[in-house]
Structures are given as C-alpha cells and as structure tokens.
C-alpha cells in the first residue's frame, strides 16, 4: 500500500500556507542573523567564557588551598584553643554553660520521633540544657504526636519546651525568632539548631561547645552533614558529591583563611550574644541562614568549621523537593546580595581582603556565576552557536576549563571514584541505580 504524503492529507490551500510560513521564517532568520543574533551570541560567548574563567580559578585557588591546610595540618583545635569541658568541685554544674536546643518542624511525621530523641540524648548536665521543639505544623494529627513525644520525654526528666505560634510568618527565620524571645532563653549562653531530620551523636555538645567556651571571638562553630540516604538512588548520589564538595572544600577554605563561611542553617552551635548583636533571625530573604552569617562577619565574628564532626541528615529523594531545595539555595543567595552589597563595602569592623572574599568569591563566583555558567553557557549558548555557525566557542572553553573543574570537584570529594565502585564487579555486572522522578514513578539505570 502506498504510502499516504502530507499533499494527500492537506489540502493544497493549508499546504501552500505551511510552505509559505517556513519561506517567511526563512526569510526573517536570514534577514536578522547578521545583524542582531551572531552580535548578541558574540557578547553572550564573551561574557559566559570570562564568567567560566573566574569560576576556573576560584576553584584552582580553593584547590591550592585545601592542599596546603591539609599538608601543614591547620586543623581548628590547632587554630583555637580547645579544652575538653572539666567538673568543677565547687561550682558543680553552674561550671557548665547553658545550651538551648532547637529543633524548628513542620509536618514532619515520618522524622520528628529520630530528630527529637537525637536531641533528648545529648551528652551534657541535664540542667544545663533546654530542648526547644519549634513546631509550625499545620496537621492537627501531627501535631498532636509531637506533643505527645515531647510529653513522653519530658516525664523522663528531660528538660524539653513544646512551642507553637498562631501563625508561619517568617517559615523557619520567624519560628526561630520567636522561639528566642522566651523567658528561659535569657539564661541560656549557646543554641544549638538542628532541622528536623537531623540526628546528632551524643558528644555533639562536648566537641563543639568548648570551642566558643575558649575563644570568645568565636561565633559559630559549624559541623558536616552526613548523609544516611546517599545510596537511595542517582539523585542523591549526585547530590553527595555536590554536598561534599562544599562541605570539604568550600567550607573548610573560608574557615581556614578568613574565618567566614555560609551558616549551613543546621547542625551548628551559636553564641547567642553574637546571634543578638547581629540582629538575630531576619525573613528576607529565603537564605535565612546565610544572611545572619553574613551579618555576624560583618560584626567581626568568627566562624569555625569541624569537618570531622558530622551530623547525619537525609538528602531530598524526589525531584520536588530536590526542585524546592535548589530553587531556594539559588535565588535566596542572589537576593541577599543585593540587599548587602553596600553594607559589606562600607563595613569598618573587617578587612579589605576579607570583603573581597566575601563579595567577589562567596557571593560573586560561588553563589551566582556557578549558576548562570551550569545553565546559560552549557544549556543554552552552546547548543545555539549550532544554528549560528559564525560564532566559534574557544576549544579551552569548550571542553578543557569545564572538565579541568569537574576534575577538581571530583578529586575533593569522599565519592570520587564511585561510578566504578558501583557499575564494576569481577563479572562485569553493575548495581542498578534509581532516580526517583515523584513518589510514584522512577527510573532504574
């Protein structure tokens, strides 16, 4: 049977009206090509390759550096003075500082029972530490089971404060402001944050407090996640190494350098006066966490980075909340920028050298370049200089600056190496890898 052409299934008016279309588009492509498209893919060429080097070199540097802290060994009790916390005879448990713990949720029924027995088993005079459960859940039946777990802790003799608001102004950033404003945290000297599907270890308090006890410049002591989910599927794979890059890079460098680096929002311990003199908790912006770190620098705060101390945390398994995540992560930086761009240059409290860092590489490079190269250069000029064949993309630009910084991501990380760990065995079988697309459907590889 023959077979069927479009002349035979249009009729001859739609088809010279189709023809016609493609002619006319013809026409207007070839008529501003020259003028308009290979001008503007020029300058686009121009601006991503230059935005492609500074992120080049910002990784080469942190690099170097992270080389250098781990060969001359500045590890943090080297940098600081750390003493392990001691009983005093006569001043007992008065000797001990006291921590509040706050833990802020929102609906979180599958998690709140680990993260609240975490942090009810905290290593430290039962007297000197208070659990704080923040929880903005809108499900009554939620709720009500936190209540009740918080209840069952608290007839255990723990020392721990159910706390609701009428209302989610301000998401995390209000939840935590307001829990702040309560009678007994007067009292307390530190607070520890943990997200609700955080589980620190019981010595968390011992490793970490000592550090702001010592050093009273100190305002932040930050610890690492750690990933319990990492092997769920290919998307958190993915995010691990990402995650680890930051984590063991990026963090550490700002420690070990300028003594800044972005508050990870959870699994750290404050010192509630710098928290205070910064101006506490801020909803601005969707960076909540990184706004008062930003503010507390500026102050002249110190921050410091234990990356043997990790907190175990899961990774978002679906692409919504791995979507959500990101979205938040990547305009939040963005917008915060903008809005203290100006403080950080007219700051006196901190030096030259230190708000270049914090502009140009944690702002700059880290937070927007990385972005707009990931996606406008590899995603959208590269794959337009095919129907504007004038425009030539630089082979170094091209292939060997992304992969020189692809290397570099994946020599700092724990899981360099892990495609053969997983896709190899002796008889050449692989493990089959997921990625979860929603709750209901996936994708094996």
Not at 54 to 67: H, K, P, Q, S
Not at 182 to 205: G, N, T
Not at 354 to 371: E, M, P, T
Request: charged letters at 20%; glycine letters at 6%.
């Amino acid at each position: 049977m023959d077979r069927l052409s479009s002349t035979t299934l249009l009729p001859d008016a739609l088809q010279g009206t189709r023809d016609d279309i493609s002619e006319q588009l013809g026409v207007v492509w070839s008529q501003i090509k020259a003028p308009v498209i290979v001008p503007l893919m020029s300058i686009a060429v121009a601006v991503c390759l230059a935005m492609s080097l500074m992120l080049f070199f910002e990784r080469v540097y942190m690099g170097i550096v992270i080389v250098l802290v781990k060969l001359f060994g500045r590890k943090p009790d080297k940098r600081y003075k750390w003493e392990p916390m001691k009983d005093d005879v006569e001043l007992g448990n008065s000797a001990y500082p006291m921590v509040l713990v706050q833990i802020p949720m929102y609906n979180e029924k599958e998690v709140y029972q680990l993260s609240i027995g975490a942090a009810c088993g905290l290593s430290w005079p039962s007297d000197r530490i208070i659990i704080q459960v923040l929880d903005d859940s809108t499900d009554p039946t939620i709720k009500d089971l936190v209540e009740l777990e918080c209840q069952r802790w608290a007839s255990k003799g723990i020392n721990i404060k159910y706390e609701i608001r009428d209302n989610r102004n301000g998401y995390k950033a209000g939840a935590l402001k307001e829990g702040m404003k309560h009678s007994y945290v007067k009292h307390c000297d530190y607070v520890a944050i943990f997200d609700a599907d955080f589980q620190p270890e019981p010595d968390f308090l011992w490793r970490t407090v000592p550090f702001l006890v010592h050093n009273p410049e100190i305002a932040l002591v930050q610890a690492r996640w750690k990933f319990v989910n990492s092997d769920e599927c290919l998307m958190t794979r993915m995010q691990e190494m990402s995650l680890d890059y930051h984590f063991t890079v990026e963090q550490e460098v700002g420690s070990s350098t300028y003594a800044f680096f972005g508050f990870n929002g959870t699994a750290g311990v404050w010192r509630i006066a710098a928290l205070n003199e910064a101006g506490g908790w801020k909803d601005r912006t969707t960076v909540e966490d990184m706004d008062l770190a930003v503010r507390a620098s500026l102050k002249g705060w110190k921050f410091v980075y234990l990356g043997t101390l990790k907190v175990k945390n899961e990774l978002p398994s679906t692409l919504k909340a791995y979507r959500y995540q990101q979205h938040r992560w990547s305009c939040g930086p963005a917008n915060l920028f903008r809005k203290m761009v100006m403080e950080i240059v007219r700051n006196k409290k901190v030096s030259l050298w230190k708000k270049v860092h914090v502009i140009y590489s944690f702002f700059i490079v880290r937070k927007l370049v990385a972005h707009i190269v990931t996606f406008v250069f590899y995603c959208v000029v590269l794959p337009a200089t095919v129907l504007v064949p004038e425009i030539e993309v630089p082979r170094w630009g091209a292939v060997y600056i992304p992969t020189i910084i692809t290397i570099l991501n994946a020599v700092g990380t724990p899981r360099f190496g892990f495609l053969q760990a997983q896709f190899s065995s002796p008889f050449g079988l692989h493990k089959p890898m997921v990625l979860k697309i929603s709750t209901e459907s996936s994708i094996c590889f």
